[in-house]
């Protein structure tokens, strides 16, 4: 199986992940952590509403989860896949956990057209790639993927208004 088809399998599930976290009353957002031989290793939702903190979104939580579990070598080596282009907190604790890889669905610009100025999301312009170029290792971005844009943001639809 080619690079791009796994990378969509894998984008279409965290799309259903942030399916689940709107279900559970939480911000439509999923991400998933993947190995080197495609093994999913985490999966996790935002839960910055049902859990009271603002650091809740699905790819810092993940980060998180993931310091705890794996150590850095291992963890440059695996590839985060999340919906939306990490926001710049997000883009942090990737860094700092040393995930290699992020793969996202859509841009964070996009984002911004879905969720306008909904105060719940004061989505900031700063792509992730600007983020991880002014650390001192390197984190490979891939994305966005327009041929799934479109299933990431029907996850967002109505959420909004």
């Not at 935002?46 to 150590?71: K, V």
């Not at 291992?74 to 907190?89: D, G, I, K, S, V």
């Amino acid at each position: 199986m080619e690079a791009q088809e796994k990378h969509l399998i894998f984008l279409k599930r965290a799309i259903e992940i942030s399916q689940q976290a709107r279900e559970n009353g939480n911000t439509p957002f999923g991400a998933l952590l993947v190995d080197e031989e495609d093994n999913i290793l985490l999966e996790q939702e935002n839960i910055e509403i049902t859990e009271h903190t603002c650091t809740g979104h699905a790819e810092t939580t993940l980060a998180e989860r993931a310091s705890r579990l794996y150590d850095k070598d291992f963890l440059q080596t695996c590839r985060m896949y999340t919906t939306a282009e990490p926001c710049a907190m997000c883009s942090g604790a990737i860094y700092w956990s040393n995930i290699g890889t992020v793969v996202y669905g859509m841009t964070e610009r996009k984002l911004l057209e879905l969720t306008g100025s909904n105060e719940q999301n004061p989505t900031l312009d700063l792509p992730c790639r600007d983020v991880f170029t002014k650390g001192q290792k390197e984190i490979t971005v891939i994305g966005p993927f327009p041929e799934i844009e479109a299933d990431a943001a029907a996850v967002h639809e109505g959420y909004w208004d």
